[in-house]
């Protein structure tokens, strides 16, 4: 029955041993590497978009740059929609890569400038309230 009672204890004993390591190093043990890996990733993506952004606008440029030299009114005419097309595409990419690289990764919990809790905006003060 003892060595019952020492086996119990030493097989507790290591399976109860990684929980409490675990609590002890808290829950941002690993927070810190994962938030640089995070940002690291974002400021890949970002510097990705603007290349595209540049070779979109070259692109476009030299759209651009042949649709006066196009005789035909009516291919004219396709070809200016496209290009009309592109710089509205390319306006949105634009703002949006703005607004991502604005936000940011990591700030507070992961969250961009403005963010309150788990991702939502922080709650307006009273005086700030729109009627309904």
Sequence with gaps: MRRLSI???L???FAVSPWVVAQEAGPAAGGHEMQEHM???HR???EGMRGDIERMKLALAQ???NVPLIRNTSEKAMWQS???LW???LAHMENMAGHMDGMGIGMGHGMGPGMGEHGAP???PAGDKKPE
């Design 7 to 9: 086996v119990l204890v």
């Design 11 to 13: 097989v507790m004993g």
């Design 39 to 41: 940002m690291a990733m």
């Design 44 to 46: 890949r993506e970002m």
């Design 63 to 65: 759209l651009k740059a």
């Design 82 to 84: 496209n290009v009309d």
């Design 87 to 89: 710089e509205v595409m």
């Design 122 to 124: 922080p709650p307006a």
